[in-house]
């Protein structure tokens, strides 16, 4: 017995040192391996390192130019999000300005505004919103709102304090119930926290499946499927996949590792399990990304650049599918059902659990089942295995 | 020179033509995957977001509060619970991405002129959920202060006076673009033009592999004596060119009608806008797909790309805020221009000229990547010309001992 483990052990060191040897001589795997995620953790992170989009330009029409109006560019500039630098004499220029993405909003107001508040007459006031550009436009609707509203009453309140009410009175009349919003663990609405969390270990997750299809599919494509199978694997398709993919594992697991060392300890993302469950995760993501591209290749039987094909579809989709852009649970009915088999989609699902929200595990048992049970599904395809390593070629 | 042209465009189109690995990165990819995309974002608006209500007041105002944020189609609310820690449990599950919590004091402090303070508790594992969430139970809570306002206003003055000083000023908001506020119109567009590009490069890298694979790492076929960089460049875009264009015009029309997605612009705008895109997109194709040796190497090198380029455009972290560093490697890329191009084309309806900057971004770097490839190839074609010289079969010797290493 212990001499059978001995011998496939050393036979799974052989491929290793193999596999190793074949890395050194093509660049491209390690730029994919190493490179490209690092590349990927670093432009996330720094390109949203403002958190939450500060500064947005934005212009303002005044065509009525009062101390009423000049109070409404106070409140606008006092709001992080909005930059009210820029002035245009009419609509039609701010509206040029629009189209040429100068800025994403303005606010317009018309001539004769104060005139008719003070007379009671009622105006209007209006603010537009590039929503072509859908982030920045959802934000600075919310600041040019809150400033219409608060204009308005700005006005309401002179009239009150004229009546003699304090000013907590006078709150009371003006706002007299307020939304305090909550956002769980992410209190400041950092973007860099939603997004760099989920798309590096999205691309990630793409280059496993790559990798995985192209270090196996690369045997066949040399024509030493035959040799690997039955001289250094021992007949086994086990310990060929072994062999092959544990280098790439032990890769990839310390990568997830240091991106997460990274993102919680550097930049101190919220990380409300602690690091270790997510490192187990981490683990658990790697193997069932390996485990999706070899489902592939198996699916594909021994045609590389088919099984590749399909793991950048399904890792490209996966973006989309995991629900942090666009939540999944919004799309099609056969969408949702889909979206388990999307590694990123569960991965998603347990890292929102645990690293965002710390809350107990056994809530996000369906993702890590899910995860479980696509780590061993390749199991059914090693009799396909054996037949493609025995009777099919490369395909270019 | 032309009869060269002929020549190498002749041989080039044989090799695509009967390549199906090259054929699905350039005709199924781009016509399948709009589709696929438009699909998946067909919902547009995420509705009926689910939360759980813990209505501490049990008053006749906070049920209308309560009834006012469940008819808003953004939100729905899913259980009404009786304290905070059963409706943290549906959270956990997933049932629902938000609590809102109405305070004991409620119907109290409004009846007697004092502040209260609703808590909406949101899961932001997804922005759309706090946006989906805030949206409704802000605008209730503005339309009861309003109501709120007259009841306080009757004893102050008079019922003339009434409507106005409860709102002095009014307000609208106008979606410019976009009115719908879609998720899939926003999107979309951009996507496109990033398929154009994307499948462009899997298609010449791969047979660009195709051609080093089977000439023993040249990048020009052994057997043809060819000379002028330019024409066999020219050869190589009068393949991709056409044929780009004729599925730039599809993704216009056909997925564009299909699935609604803003036409503003006019036609010929876009026909002006989108040809000098896609001859920029091929140039640099051309540039980037001589650094691959192997078939399947396309795809791991330039799959990964479309995410940060998606970023990197502008369009989904707005371009304003990008950091100088990341804006200027945007400018390398076709897509960043070809992108902001196309939304402020279709999405908001700019003529050519409005598309000045664009326009001129993606001439320069047409000419700087001709350029860079006309040199490329002249070395390969001197490169060729040296291993002639050593004799066809030496060189093949070469390369199959550097092949053998492997």
């Avoid at chain 2, 003055?157 to 009014?170: G, L, S, W, Y």
Wanted: hydrophobic content about 45%; overall charge positive.
């Amino acid at each position: 017995m212990l001499s059978y483990v001995k011998r496939q052990g050393k036979r799974i060191w052989m491929l290793t040192v193999r596999e190793l040897r074949i890395f050194i001589r093509r660049p491209l795997l390690v730029f994919c391996m190493l490179i490209a995620p690092i590349f990927c953790a670093i432009f996330f992170s720094t390109m949203m390192s403002e958190g939450l989009p500060q500064k947005l330009p934005t212009g303002l029409v005044d065509e009525d130019n009062t101390s009423t109006t000049r109070q409404i560019v106070r409140i606008l500039g006092s709001m992080k999000t909005t930059d009210l630098s820029r002035r245009y004499p009419t609509f039609e220029a701010a509206k040029e300005a629009v189209l040429h993405g100068e800025i994403y909003a303005f606010m317009y107001i018309p001539k004769g505004t104060t005139q008719a508040a003070i007379s009671s007459k009622q105006p209007q006031i209006s603010f537009y919103t590039n929503d072509a550009y859908f982030l920045p436009a959802s934000l600075l609707m919310k600041d040019l709102r809150t400033t219409s509203e608060m204009t308005g009453l700005a006005i309401t309140r002179e009239t009150l304090r004229a009546k003699g009410l304090t000013d907590k009175q006078i709150m009371g009349v003006l706002q007299p119930i307020v939304i305090e919003s909550h956002p769980i663990s992410n209190s400041t609405l950092n973007y860099s926290v939603l997004l760099t969390n989920c798309i590096v270990p999205g691309i990630v997750i793409l280059m496993i499946m790559l990798t995985t299809t192209y270090a196996i599919g690369m045997e066949w494509k040399k024509g030493t499927q035959k040799f690997v199978y039955h001289d250094m694997a021992g007949g086994s398709v086990p310990i060929f996949i072994t062999g092959k993919l544990l280098p790439q594992t032990v890769l990839y697991v310390l990568q997830f590792w240091m991106m997460y060392v990274y993102l919680y300890k550097v930049l101190c993302f919220p990380c409300q399990s602690g690091l270790f469950p997510m490192m187990c995760i981490g683990v658990l993501t790697v193997l069932a990304a390996q485990a999706f591209g070899l489902v592939m290749f198996g699916i594909f039987a021994g045609q590389m650049r088919m099984s590749m094909s399909a793991s950048a579809l399904v890792g490209v989709l996966s973006i989309s599918m995991a629900g942090f852009s666009y939540p999944t649970t919004a799309m099609s009915p056969l969408l949702i059902k889909l979206s388990w088999i999307f590694p990123l989609r569960d991965y998603f699902l347990i890292y929102s659990n645990q690293a965002l929200n710390g809350y107990p595990i056994e809530y996000a048992w369906q993702p890590i089942l899910a995860l479980l049970i696509m780590m061993v599904v390749p199991l059914l395809f090693i009799k396909r295995y054996a037949y493609a390593i025995n009777h099919i070629d490369y395909v270019p | 020179m032309f009869r060269e042209l002929i020549e190498s465009w002749w041989h080039d189109m044989k090799e695509v033509f009967t390549d199906i690995g090259v054929l699905i990165f350039v005709i199924a990819v781009p016509l399948a995957y709009p589709l696929i995309y438009a699909y998946v974002y067909n919902t547009e608006i995420a509705r009926d977001v689910t939360a759980a209500v813990v209505d501490d007041s049990q008053s006749n105002m906070s049920r209308e509060f309560i009834r006012k944020i469940d008819a808003a189609p953004e939100m729905a609310v899913y259980a009404k619970c009786t304290n905070m820690a059963e409706a943290q449990d549906l959270m956990m599950k997933r049932e629902v991405y938000g609590i809102v919590h109405i305070p004991k004091s409620f119907e109290d402090d409004l009846r007697k002129g004092k502040q209260t303070r609703v808590g909406v508790y949101c899961d932001v594992s997804s922005m759309i959920y706090y946006k989906n969430l805030l949206l409704p139970c802000t605008n209730a809570s503005l339309e009861m202060n309003k109501l709120i306002r007259v009841e306080k206003f009757k004893n102050l003055i008079t019922d003339r006076e009434r409507e106005v000083a409860m709102q002095p000023v009014k307000y609208q908001h106008v979606q410019l673009f976009n009115p719908q506020g879609g998720y899939d119109s926003f999107l979309l567009p951009p996507v496109l033009m990033l398929i154009i590009q994307q499948t462009m490069l899997l298609g010449m890298g791969m047979a660009m592999g195709k051609t080093r694979e089977k000439n023993r790492g040249y990048a020009l076929d052994l057997n043809m004596h060819l000379t002028h960089p330019v024409s066999v460049l020219l050869g190589r875009m009068m393949i991709y060119v056409p044929l780009y264009i004729l599925l730039a015009l599809y993704m216009y029309t056909v997925v564009t009608q299909m699935f609604t997605f803003p036409q503003l612009g006019h036609y010929w705008d876009f026909v002006g806008f989108i040809i000098p895109y896609v001859i920029d997109c091929c140039v640099f194709g051309l540039v980037l797909a001589s650094l691959l040796y192997r078939r399947e190497d396309s795809i791991l090198m330039f799959v990964f790309m479309s995410v940060p380029l998606l970023f990197m455009s502008g369009v989904s972290w707005p371009g304003s805020n990008l950091p100088d560093f990341w804006y200027y490697v945007g400018r390398l890329f076709p897509s960043s221009y070809g992108i902001n191009g196309y939304v402020r084309l279709t999405s908001m309806g700019a003529s050519l000229k409005d598309l000045h900057s664009e326009m001129t971004g993606i001439v320069i770097q047409t000419a700087v990547y001709f350029v860079i490839a006309m040199l490329i190839t002249r070395l390969q074609i001197i490169r060729v010309e040296k291993g002639r010289k050593l004799g066809i079969d030496n060189a093949r010797l070469k390369y199959d001992k550097k092949l053998l290493e492997e």
